[in-house]
């Protein structure tokens, strides 16, 4: 079993920064892929973005080119650089881990772009 932690959510003003982590409990090796889904209220849960372990992202189109995705393999982090957010950015934000043919999923973290 993995757990997820998820960290540096908050409110933020549009045009700012956020940078989210995601930390799982144990190591995972290196045959796997992370990366973070959204829920906004009202709304099913949409991917963000996702990162192989070869390094290679993709991004769902509306935060290409604001956000970036990262991992640290050797502390089995996964992070997520928010730029120049706007208030449709504005959602529970969950860490995903897809390792060994299961899914593994944090416990979310509040992001709140509003002045």
């Known amino acids: 079993q993995v757990q997820l932690v998820e960290s540096g959510g908050g409110l933020v003003q549009p045009g700012g920064s956020l940078r989210l982590s995601c930390a799982a409990s144990?190591?995972?090796?290196?045959?796997?892929?992370m990366g973070w889904y959204r829920q906004a209220p009202g709304k099913e849960r949409e991917l963000v973005a996702f990162?192989?372990?070869?390094?290679?992202?993709t991004y769902t189109d509306s935060v290409k080119g604001r956000f970036t995705i990262s991992r640290d393999i050797g502390k089995n982090t996964v992070f997520l650089q928010m730029n120049t957010v706007k208030p449709e950015d504005t959602a529970v934000y969950y860490c995903?881990?897809?390792?060994?043919?299961?899914?593994?999923w944090g416990q979310g973290t509040q992001v709140t772009v509003s002045l």
């Open positions: 995903n881990l897809r390792f060994s043919s299961n899914t593994y």
């Open positions: 144990r190591s995972i090796g290196t045959l796997n892929t």
């Open positions: 990162i192989t372990s070869t390094g290679s992202p």
